[in-house]
């Protein structure tokens, strides 16, 4: 082994047509919360606080009330066509698609909602490239959390998937409390983000 070689890690080539999810779950030693997008392997930067603080809030708040029939889960790939499987931050899916312990992803038709916290080396695929990803595979529902103000508190933008035209509308931005209706009744103090 040549000191070249010992510091710099030997990346696997891509495949001529990009990788697919079969890589994404069997190549080995991929760090992390590795996605798939568009082929591409996507590896994340290690978590800030903000970050987890926010997925743990939100894990929380939307399990006090979620219906028998729905489960909240964190950082599960959801496999949208054979050459993207992103990683929401949150996800609701159908109780049906959880199947026993080893599962590793949920298919895009058993996702209800899909939840992105916005970090600083994923400000790009979160607010442009993902929703898009997720309108056109037809989830429902779409959040995506920004840290902001002073009090760096999420804000949470609430999008409805709308039927004629396949791409998500905003339809609420919120501050210091989530209070909605859909996918079910939900109620979480934002600003709870303190106590963590």
């Known amino acids: ?25 069997t190549l080995p030693d991929l760090p992390p919360h590795t996605e798939l997008l568009d082929g591409s392997l996507v ?9 987890a ?60 909602l899909a939840v992105e916290v916005v970090s600083p080396d994923s400000e790009a695929r979160d607010r442009n490239a993902k ?13 995506l959390v920004e840290m902001a103000g002073q009090d760096n508190h999420p804000v949470v933008q609430v999008h409805e998937l709308g039927r004629a035209s396949g791409t998500y509308a905003l339809t609420g931005i919120h501050h210091d409390r989530l209070k909605l209706s859909v996918p079910y009744d939900i109620d979480i103090d934002l600003t709870a983000i303190d106590e963590l």
């Open 1 to 25: 082994m040549t000191a070249e070689s010992a510091e710099h890690p030997r990346w696997p080539l891509p495949p001529i047509d990009g990788y697919t999810v079969d890589d994404l779950f």
């Open 43 to 51: 590896f994340v930067s290690p978590q800030r606080n903000f970050h």
């Open 53 to 112: 603080d926010v997925i743990d809030l939100l894990v929380s708040g939307l399990r006090r009330t979620v219906p028998p029939e729905l489960k909240v889960k964190r950082e599960m790939t959801v496999v949208i066509d054979k050459r993207n499987g992103p990683e929401p931050d949150v996800s609701i899916v159908r109780r049906e698609a959880v199947k026993d312990p080893t599962q590793t992803f949920y298919k895009v038709a058993d996702v209800l």
């Open 131 to 143: 929703p898009l990803k997720y309108a056109a595979a037809g989830i429902p529902h779409f959040w």
